[in-house]
């Protein structure tokens, strides 16, 4: 899927895209390309820049599919179908990761670092630098195996209420966007084995002390209720990379404020 400046702004050409800066936007748990809603347009506009997005085994257009049981599974698999997809992007590229997705980005640039210019992560966590009960925070574990036997629209309304703090108090918004997820569900379901193979990946997965590349930014909620801001703060002081909270905004950052995460890294491209 790729993500271009909206109607009018090609016209001009000094706001021709430019498709030697490649994002690649991946997302978290039981999530697929579409419930990244405008945030690819918002950050192509921003950033002058080509981005696209790729689903995960198991999730959107690859939801027939079984996911591996490891992050490093996971990133094998969405690497070889994004160079399925886009064979003519030009390496390397630049990786934006939500939640889960900030793990496989970590782990393609482990195991490829010179595919990957650039890492920003956002509201993620690392097995080795954090305690579990801070990387998923425990009054969320009944919420999480009551969304597994819900039906679609309860599990959306439940996720959306878990992940957003900016759609949950605009009740029309937020009942909107949770009948959308749901279709999404509904035509390219997340089976339940694939998204406990998702979460036990997730679980177990463990970084280097040292970090794979040396551009990396991390972007953190402060209200963030599925995962412990601290999460995302032991990465930041182990890598020595520069981090931004946002004092507001839910687990879901880009949902709440794609605004401000945009700015953010186009603030971060020109230091």
Known sequence: MLMQPRSGTLNNPSTTINTESTWLLVRGLYRQQRH???????LALQLNSQVLCCDIAGTGLQWQAT???????????????????????????????ISMGGMIC??????????????????TSFKQFSPLYQRLKPYNITTLIKILCSSPLAQEQAILTMTSHTQHRQL??????????????????????????????????????????????????????LVDVRCSTAI?????????????????????DGNWVCQKIADWLTE
């Not at 990244?36 to 918002?42: D, G, I, T």
């Not at 064979?87 to 590229?93: E, F, L, N």
């Not at 930041?236 to 949902?255: E, F, M, R, S, V």
Request: include cysteine.
């Open 36 to 42: 990244w809603e405008a945030f690819p347009s918002q």
């Open 236 to 256: 930041a002081k182990k890598w020595q990379c520069p981090i931004h909270y946002h004092p507001t905004a839910g687990h879901d950052l880009p949902l709440d």
């Open 172 to 225: 029309h918004s937020h009942q909107m966007l949770a009948q959308r997820w749901c279709e999404y569900a509904q035509q390219q379901p997340v089976s339940r084995n694939n998204a406990l193979r998702q979460l036990y990946a997730a679980s177990r997965f463990s970084q280097p002390v040292n970090a794979p590349i040396e551009s990396i930014l991390l972007l953190a909620s402060t209200r963030d209720q």
């Open 106 to 123: 970590s782990e393609w640039a482990k195991h490829f670092p010179n595919e990957i210019q650039r890492m920003v992560f956002i509201n």
């Open 67 to 97: 996911t591996p049981i490891s992050i490093t599974g996971i990133m094998r698999r969405l690497r070889n179908a994004f160079r399925q997809q886009h064979p003519h992007v030009s390496y390397p590229i630049r990786l934006l990761g």
